[in-house]
Nanobody, 127 residues
Framework: QVQLVESGGGLVQAGGSLRLSCAAS????????MAWFRQAPGKEREFVAA????????YYADSVKGRFTISRDNAKNTLYLQMNSLKPEDTAVYHC????????????????????WGQGTQVTVSS
């Protein structure tokens, strides 16, 4: 079992930055593909970014490409999401997710592909 706990959310003005963290326990993460998803009120859970187990490959949704950066530190069992140039439409609850797999992360862009989830952290961007 893998337990995931997100942190780092908050309220920020448009154009600002936040860094989310996702701390894992229970297993070492090196064999797990990981991702960030977000869910706004009344909307479906949306893919944001994914990263391979060794951190060598990343993939982003078009809506965040060039503004967000996903990274991981397997020694610390932690996943990160650096969010810059935030927009009001980025407002959502952000969840991290994990799946033990070595498949190409480009196919891991829907929430049903992941086995483990954190409870989420709220990000609110004011205009």
């Amino acid at each position: 079992q893998v337990q995931l706990v997100e942190s780092g959310g908050g309220l920020v003005q448009a154009g600002g930055s936040l860094r989310l963290s996702c701390a894992a326990s229970g297993r070492t993460l090196s064999g797990y593909a990981m991702a960030w998803f977000r869910q706004a009120p009344g909307k479906e859970r949306e893919f944001v970014a994914a990263i391979s187990g060794n951190g060598g490959n990343t993939y982003y949704a078009d809506s965040v490409k060039g503004r967000f950066t996903i990274s991981r530190d397997n020694a610390k069992n932690t996943l990160y999401l650096q969010m810059n140039s935030l927009k009001p439409e980025d407002t959502a609850v952000y969840h991290c997710a994990a799946r033990f797999t070595a498949v190409n992360i480009i196919v891991l862009v829907t929430h049903e592909k992941y086995d483990y989830w954190g409870q989420g952290t709220q990000v609110t961007v004011s205009s």
